[in-house]
């Protein structure tokens, strides 16, 4: 159990609370969602407290990310995709922190939910929907018809159109879903193998060399993956962004 | 699978005040279930992300986003201000150095000025010395060639009476006899072609 990978994605109830049969309680996931804003709305807010118009270094961070994103979106759905800036800009940001926090040992990685990126993916393509619905009514369908399609092939492409279109939520929220999942068992299986072998006297110290060093190596990667998995999370957000500010392909 | 001492165990941090709010057996939702695909927590998880997310959110969308996007408006409008200021300078820069260069022009052109005339008076006074020191020096001339004439005339004039005395003293040793005067001038005349 204790060595048990998979020990690491367990929920643990912290407050314990029930509403109508529905278990709704405080969770160790709760507190990591909680840890996870806190961290991030408390850096973003206290390093541009100073307004400054020369940056401090922290400052600079904020900024950089705040026009990282604002980049990523302007090429993604254009200069009218900034109004989405606000929403990718929380997305990007939680992703990030949850990710990051989740390489402490012993902490608990929010984003290695599938329920939890699901739900990410959810507003973000629950977005799409409405504001294109909203934005340009059924021509919003036309998503779905690429233009200059011969005729006869015309259903075979909207029906792949479509089960693309579908498939979008669960390709996003188990992309980032499965790279955190995979990447912290990873991570737990070879310090485990440090462990069981560190146990067995001076050879097995010896051969436990192999597995720390890639521990550390899988750590750095993880680190990577970390930042590389909000940043695949935002870019794709803005492009199916663009798709609902230009059905029209 | 592996031999693991309890020491090494990675134990849920939350352990500790879990066993202290939750009731015993309610530890874990489901038991044996991989967790991520326990529907048991899915209400709660959903709930709170929604609770922190819906928050940040709105944090994001009130503070920070218009805080950052002003602090950088602002550094763009005042650099675009500096540029401003800075062409600004620049011009008054090229407008002086352009007055400048004038005002150089022009007083190099009123010392060359300045200098042709000094140049035109001294050449005027320089010619006005020289014709009146030739005036002086021709008047000199001429005085000298005056009096050179008159001392050349008196010395002509002289030569008779000379030639007188040394023909009479000649005339005196050779012949013994003496003449008269006028005996000696007529003949000196008569030599002379007078």
């Not at chain 1, 909680?34 to 973003?44: C, E, K, N, S």
């Not at chain 1, 739900?119 to 369908?141: I, Q, R, S």
């Not at chain 1, 092939?153 to 790279?179: H, Q």
């Not at chain 2, 001294?122 to 030739?134: L, P, Q, S, V």
Request: aromatic content about 10%; some cysteine; glycine content about 8%.
């Amino acid at each position: 159990m204790a060595n048990d990978p998979i020990h690491q994605f367990q929920i643990t109830r912290l407050v314990p609370i029930e509403i109508g049969g529905l278990d709704l309680s405080f969770t160790n996931s709760s507190l990591f969602m909680v840890a996870t804003v806190a961290a991030a709305a408390g850096f973003l807010f206290l390093t541009t407290a100073n307004r400054g118009l020369i940056p401090s270094r922290l400052q600079s961070v904020s900024e950089m990310s705040y026009e990282f994103v604002a980049a990523m979106l302007r090429d993604g759905a254009g200069s009218q995709g900034m109004r989405f800036f606000p929403m990718v800009f929380s997305l990007f940001m939680f992703v990030l922190v949850a990710n990051l926090i989740g390489m402490f040992p012993y902490f608990f990685t929010i984003t290695s939910h599938l329920i939890v990126t699901f739900a990410l993916a959810m507003l973000v393509v629950g977005t799409v929907v409405v504001y294109g619905f909203w934005k340009h009514g059924l021509h919003f369908l036309n998503l779905f018809v690429p233009s200059g399609v011969p005729g006869i092939l015309m259903p075979l492409v909207v029906m792949i159109e479509v089960i693309s279109f579908l498939s979008r939520p669960i390709s996003l929220s188990v992309r980032l879903f499965a790279n955190m999942l995979a990447g912290h068992i990873t991570l737990k299986v070879f310090a485990g193998f440090v462990v069981s072998l560190g146990s067995m006297g001076a050879l097995g110290i010896g051969g436990a060399i192999l597995p720390l060093a890639m521990t550390v190596a899988l750590t750095g990667l993880e680190f990577l993956v970390a930042f590389l998995q909000a940043y695949v999370f935002a870019v794709l957000t803005c492009m199916y962004l663009n798709d609902a500010l230009h059905p029209g392909h | 699978m592996f031999v693991v001492t309890p020491a090494y165990a990675q134990s849920n941090p939350t352990e500790g005040t879990n066993s202290e709010t939750v009731a015993p057996g309610g530890e874990t939702h489901g038991g044996g279930a991989f967790p991520p695909f326990d529907s048991s927590t899915y209400a709660s998880q959903l709930l709170w992300l929604a609770i922190t997310f819906g928050l940040f959110y709105l944090f994001m969308s009130r503070v920070i986003v218009p805080r950052i996007g002003g602090i950088l408006e602002h550094r763009r409008d005042r650099i675009a201000q500096d540029l401003d200021e800075a062409n600004r300078l620049k011009e008054e820069a090229d407008a002086a150095i352009a007055a400048y260069e004038q005002e150089l022009a022009e007083a190099r052109k009123k010392a060359s000025a300045i200098a042709e005339t000094a140049r035109e008076k001294a050449k005027a006074a320089a010619e006005a010395e020289r014709t009146k020191t030739e005036a002086e020096l021709n008047a000199k001339m001429m005085d000298a060639e005056k009096s050179i004439l008159a001392i050349k005339d008196k010395a002509l004039a002289e030569v008779d009476t000379i030639a007188e005395e040394t023909a009479t003293d000649v005339v005196k040793h050779l012949l013994g006899g003496s003449v008269t005067k006028a005996e000696v001038a007529a003949a000196i005349r008569a030599a002379s072609g007078k």
